[in-house]
């Protein structure tokens, strides 16, 4: 009968030596592999994340994964995620290949239903990312955009100060940088 809560010390003791072991190569390779392993993380970054996550778990728990094995494959993984990212950063169709592109879902005092609709968000998830910025009313708002990596960023209408001190210059470089996302 298959022990429940504890079955060898063999067993155990292997685990805590792997995952030690597992520990150590993920803080160092993460370190090593600098910033974009552990910034806000797009679809992409998300997915060998999560790879890298289980990897590391088979590499620990199951007997059957020889411990240089899942050390290879976290490599790998590893490696990959930088040729990507690197290629990513030189090509602008491989980037917006590989990543989302950021898309306007409010703007001017409307909602965006077919891009809201697209990047199934709702009002709700809106009105949320207004309130953390301390906008509570949606009068204050010039665009809402949903970026790449799932952050809902809000742009503030120019206060009437700003807004009158330089109104066209203002409203160029408003309309300038929000052209592109429509």
């Known amino acids: 009968m298959d022990m429940l809560f504890f079955d060898s010390v063999d067993k155990l003791g292997r685990i805590v030596l792997t995952a030690t072991m597992?520990?150590?190569?993920?803080v160092l390779v993460t370190k090593a592999s600098g910033k974009r392993s552990t910034s806000q993380l797009n679809n992409?970054?998300?997915?060998?994340?999560v790879m890298i996550g289980s990897l590391g778990a088979s590499t620990i728990l199951l007997k059957e994964v020889p411990f240089i094995e899942g050390v290879a494959s976290i490599l790998v993984l590893y490696l990959?995620?930088?040729?990507?990212?690197?290629?990513?950063?030189?090509?602008?169709?491989f980037s917006s290949f590989i990543l989302s592109e950021?898309?306007?879902?409010?703007?001017q005092g409307q909602f965006l239903p077919d891009a809201m609709r697209a990047e199934r968000l709702t009002?709700?998830?809106?009105?949320?990312?207004?309130r953390s910025e301390g906008i509570n009313n949606f009068d204050d708002v010039e665009a809402i955009v949903f970026e790449s990596d799932a952050?809902?960023?809000v742009i503030p209408k120019p206060t009437p100060t700003e807004a009158s001190a330089n109104s066209q210059e203002t409203e160029n470089t408003i309309s300038q940088s929000i052209a592109p996302l429509m």
């Open 102 to 107: 950021p898309r306007i879902v409010f703007y």
């Open 44 to 49: 992409f970054d998300w997915v060998v994340t």
């Open 151 to 153: 952050k809902l960023t």
């Open 123 to 130: 009002g709700q998830e809106i009105e949320c990312a207004m």
């Open 80 to 93: 990959l995620q930088f040729l990507v990212t690197k290629y990513a950063s030189i090509s602008p169709q």
């Open 22 to 26: 597992v520990y150590v190569l993920i």
